[in-house]
């Protein structure tokens, strides 16, 4: 009898302490200290984020006018083209490539609008800038949309999205309102931009160049800070383990496999990640898609950037640096430029100016005029063993370079440029001579 009242005492026991550990894990409540206060990780960011229509946007718009030519590159113009179509929506989108007999009559036929981007975009990726209907929209890139407004009083309108790289066409519809609006506020006002002329290389190819003189602005700059520090911060996925050491134009950071070189002579910084996997070819969205999303992530626009090209063999996505008014800006040694090579689930290499143009010098603004089209493509013309059919581009934008006077100041100064055989090529100034030779 002993025996079994011992028992029942130490089940009574048990049952008590067991209630009296449930009752505290039910009204625990620990102690954290508030977020302010506690040692985290903190996002680091260099500049402010981007959403896609302001990096992936045209340089360009045509308007091609009973065998007259219109056209401007003016960033605010190109801005009110998109935010009207951005109001559209487009429908039963479908492709005609096998359909259309010459893409080059197609593009630049009279009655059509001719909205140009500086490289081929994913139309995946501005399905966030323009609202594309149906469920099963085809994959494809394009780096012309084209507008036809001759027969806007239909019931609706044919809007085009063509690739000229690759020879693509894919047709759309809007409403015969929109279309009718944007004949209206857009194509019927053409006269009032500068006037162009067209200058055939070949069957497939047309270039499209000002007739007359253009008037542009030069800049001297004060460059911002470097900002060494804090791309380390943010490159680096754990900044304590890295390592600072000086070299001979720089310095280096390295955590043991990935390495930031900062040259001081360049101003360029280049981020190496030797362990991304580089076995693969991605597809065009996702490059382009990461591409902005991990300058993003850091906030590296610390300047007007715009995607102008990418390549799925390589995995490689450059941005180049616009002027205020909208004309690219060109550098020997890449300082205009964003470039990344990714790996397959990281990115790979990552190669970038370390400072931005922060500061103009109003006193040292200057308007000058550059040579018409006709000038500078005679020029190209006279040289030995040119090839119409290897002239790709030609193009106004800027130079820009350290200021032979005040070294530390940028200038951007109005130059011609050209693409001839893939390479990057300017005309100078000096009796339209000099021609440089292919940029990198």
């Known amino acids: 009898m002993r025996y079994e009242n011992i028992k029942s005492w130490i089940l009574t026991i048990l049952v008590m302490v067991s209630a009296l550990l449930t009752w505290n894990l039910w009204t625990y409540q620990p102690n954290y200290e508030t977020m302010e206060n506690s040692k985290i990780v903190e996002e680091v960011t260099v500049s402010e984020k981007q959403e896609v229509q302001k990096i992936v946007r045209p340089d360009r718009i045509l308007f091609h006018v009973k065998g007259e030519h219109y056209g401007t ?22 492709s005609v490539t096998d359909k259309v007999g010459n893409i080059e009559e197609l593009s630049h036929g009279s009655g059509n609008a001719e909205i140009i981007f500086p490289g081929e975009v994913p139309i995946e990726l501005y399905r966030s800038v323009l609202t594309m209907e149906g469920k099963k929209l085809p994959s494809f890139n394009f780096n012309r949309i084209i507008i036809n407004v001759e027969d806007s009083e239909k019931e609706d309108g044919i809007v085009y999205f063509v690739s000229t790289e690759n020879q693509q066409v894919h047709i759309s519809h809007i409403s015969a309102a929109n279309l009718s609006a944007f004949n209206r506020d857009f194509f019927k006002n053409a006269v009032r931009y500068p006037e162009f002329f067209a200058y055939k290389t070949s069957e497939k190819h047309t270039l499209f160049l000002p007739e007359n003189e253009t ?23 754990d900044p304590s383990f890295v390592q600072k050491s000086t070299i001979s134009q720089g310095e280096e950071y390295t955590n043991g496999y990935s390495k930031m070189t900062v040259n001081y002579n360049t101003n360029m910084l280049s981020y190496v990640n030797p362990t991304a996997d580089d076995d693969f070819i991605d597809n065009s969205y996702d490059l382009v898609k990461r591409s902005i999303d991990f300058v993003n992530e850091h906030g590296g626009w610390t300047d007007s950037y715009r995607f ?57 603004m200057q308007k000058v005029s550059r040579p018409s089209g006709h000038d500078a493509l005679e020029f190209l013309q006279k040289q030995k063993n040119f090839k119409p059919e290897l002239l790709e581009e030609m193009i106004l934008g800027y130079r820009m370079e350290r200021d032979s006077d005040q070294n530390k100041l940028i200038l951007l100064e109005p130059t011609w440029f050209y693409r001839y055989d893939k390479a990057w090529g300017q005309i100078t100034m000096d009796d339209l001579g000099g021609l440089q030779h292919g940029l990198e």
């Open 215 to 237: 008037k542009m602005m030069t800049y001297k700059y004060i460059p911002g800070n470097p900002f060494s520090e804090e791309f380390k911060e943010a490159l680096f996925s």
């Open 308 to 364: 102008v090209s990418k390549s799925e063999f390589s995995r490689s996505v450059t941005f180049r640096l616009y002027s205020i008014e909208g004309y690219p800006v060109f550098n020997d040694n890449g300082l205009s430029e964003i470039k990344e090579v990714w790996g397959r689930d990281t990115i790979n290499k990552y190669v970038r100016p370390n400072i931005s143009l922060e500061l103009p010098l109003t006193t040292e």
């Open 73 to 94: 590159n003016n960033t605010e113009e190109l801005e009110k083209v998109i935010k009207e179509l951005s109001g559209w929506a487009f429908y039963d989108v479908k």
